[in-house]
C-alpha cells in the first residue's frame, strides 16, 4: 500500500538529522567513529549540532533571564539600529546592561572554575606541606624557591649574622597558608598581581581593577548582575576585569605554579596524540577533566607492576592509559602520557568499544558520556563531589587525598575487571601522530634563552632581528557549531607560514599535536624561513605546548619575562604579540580572553562571541578597551582573515618598536644581500 502523506510527514520528522562526518571533522579517526556511531544508532554531538539550531537571540547576548518577569529578549532589529536604540527590557535595561551582565556571569563561570580547581590543589598542596597524607609530597623544591617570595614568603633566614637557606618544609607550609588566603583574606590585592610588568600593574591600579581576593570578585559579578544593581556596561565590565584578572593572575596561576611544586614542572617529552593511542589487547583507562590531583596517581598505580600483572592476569597485555581535555594536557607535560582526544572526540573514545573505564572530574564532561557508555561495556566513573551525573550507569568513587592511593587502586582494578566484558567489535582508528609536549616559563628559557643572561634574550633577539616575527598565543576549546580542528589547525599553519612562534594550551594544543605540528620537523615543512631557521637550530617545535587551560598563566609569565629581557618596549601591550581561541565554546575562554586583553593582549575569537546584539557594548570591548589596556577583543570567523588580523596587529606594534625594517632585510633574497654588500 503507498505511503500515506501524512505517515511520510511523521516518519520525515522521526529521523533524526545526522552530521555528515566529513563536514563535522577534518580529523580522519574522528570521521571513522562518528559513522561508526550512527551505524550503530548511537547520537554524538556532531549530530546534535545538526538537529538543534542553537538560539539566534542568546547567541547575540540580548537575552535577559535574571529575573521572573522574562526572559527579555532584545534581538537586533533586522535592518540594524537606525538613530537611538530604544530596545529595552520590561525594568527598563538596554541591550547594552544586558549583554555586559550576560558577558561578566560567564566570566564568573570561567574565573570560578579556574580558581576552584586551583583552590582544590592549594588543598592538597596544604596535606602535603602538614604531611597528612603519603601520596603527596612536595616533589619541586626548585620551583617552591622560585614561587614563595612572590607570595612574599622568604626563603631565606638571618641567624648569627649569617643568611641561611630556610627549612623546606616551613617554606612549603608558609606558601600552603599564604596561597589558600589568596582566595578569601579580608582586605589587600592579590600578591601575585605585582609579578606583571610594572608599566602594566600601575596600568590596573590607576583604573582601580586590582583583585582584592579570588573569590569576592566572582561573588561581587552575581551580585552586581542581580535584578536591579549594576545598570551601566562599563562598570560591570570593570568588575568583569578585576574577576578575570584574579583568574589569570590569580587562581589559574596559583594551580600552574602549585601543581608544578607537588607534581614537577614539565620539561620537554615525547608523547603521541589521538583515538590511535589506544590498544585493542590492553586494558584502556581514559581519564578527562581538568584537574591533576587524581590522574596523577593513578599514573603511578596503572604503572605499577602489580596492576600490570594484574591486567596480565585477565588476558590483557598490559594498560594503556590516555588522556582527554585538561587532565590529558596535565599528565602528558608531566608523564609523557599519550593524549587521546579533544572536547569534542569524548564520545568516539568510548564508541572504539576498548575503553574499558572512562574516568572523570571536573569540567569540559559531556552528560551524553553516561548515554553513550551504555551502549558499550565502559565503567563511567565520577570522582569529584561537585560533579555527579544522574544516568544510574554511572559509578561514583570520591576521591581524596587521604586516601587517594586506595582510591585510585580501586579504580584501576575494576577497569581491568571491566576488560573481559568488551561486547562488541573494537574499532580503534589508526591514527595518532608524535608530539613534543612539556614546554613553559622555565625550559623556553632554557632553550630560547642567552647563554650568560639566562633570560629570554635569544628570543628576544631573533624577534628584534626579524627572524621570529612575533609571537601568538593560539588556545581553547573545540565547539560543535564549526568544523572540529578546521579553525585551530588553519589559524595555527597561517602564522607559523608566516614566522609567527605559537604557544598553545588546552584543546588547541592537542588538536595541533593530533596534526603533526608539535614536533621541531614541522617547521621544515609549514613554516616561514625566519621561525623555520631558528627551530631548527634550537632543535624546537614551531608550536610549543605550554599545557592545560589554567597554564595559559604560563603564557602572562612568558610574555612578562619577555618584557623583562628588554629591547621590545616596557610593556605586555608593547609586544608583536596576539592572542587566540579559534573554536571557544566554554565560560572560561570567556575569562582567559578577558584577562589576556586586560594584560594588553590582542585577542582575536572565533565562531561567534555573544555581543552581536549590543554593538555599543561591542565596541567598548574592543576600541575602547585599548585606549585602557592596550589589548582589545576581535571576532573573525574565517580562520585564514583571523590569522592576519594577528599578524597585523604584530606587524604594527614592530612598527611602532621600530624594528619593522629589520624583518624586511631578513626575508631579502641573496641577490638584495650581494647588492647591498656592493
Ligand atoms: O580547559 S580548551 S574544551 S578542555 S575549556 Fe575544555 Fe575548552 Fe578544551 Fe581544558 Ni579549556
Redesign the pocket.
Known sequence: MAETKKAKVAKKAKAPKLADPKEATIDVASQQLIARAQELGIDTVFDRAVSMKPCNIGTQGTCCKICSMGPCRLPLPKDGIDGDDTRKGLCGATANTIAARNFIRMIAG?AS??SDHGRCVAEVFMSAARKETEAYKIKDTEKLIAMAPHLGVAVTIEEDGETKDRDIDEIALEVAEVAMAEWGKPEGELLYMKRAPEALYDKWQKQGVLPRNIDREIVEIMHRTHMGVDQDYKNLIKQGTRAALADGWGGSMLATDLQDVLFGTPYPLQSEANLGIMKEDHVNIIVH??EPVLSEILVGVAQSQEMVDYAKEKGAKGIQLGG??????EILQRHGIPTAA???QQELAIITGACDAMVVDI??IMQNLANVAKCFHTKLITTHPIAKMEQDNVIHIEFDEHHALEDAKRIVKMSIDNFQNRKSDVMIPEQKATQIAGFGVESIQYHLGGTFRGTYYTLNDNIINGRIRGIAGV????NARTKHNDGHIKVVKELIKNDVIVLT????A?ACAMEGLLTPEAAAVHCGPGLAEVCEVVGIPPVLHLG???DNSRILLAATEVVKAGGLGTDICDLPVAGS?PE???E??IS?GHYFVASGVYTVFGVTLPTAGAPVFHNYLSDELEKIYGGKWDLEVDPIKHAHKMIAHIDKKRKELGIDKARERVLMDMADRQALEA
Open positions: 570561567g572554575a579556574h577533566g581538568h582527554i581535555c585538561c587532565t590529558a594536557n579533544t572536547f569534542l569540567q569540559c588556545v581553547g576549546c573545540n594550551t588546552g584543546c588547541n592537542i592545560s587551560c589554567v581561541a571557544w565554546m566554554s572560561k575562554a582567559i
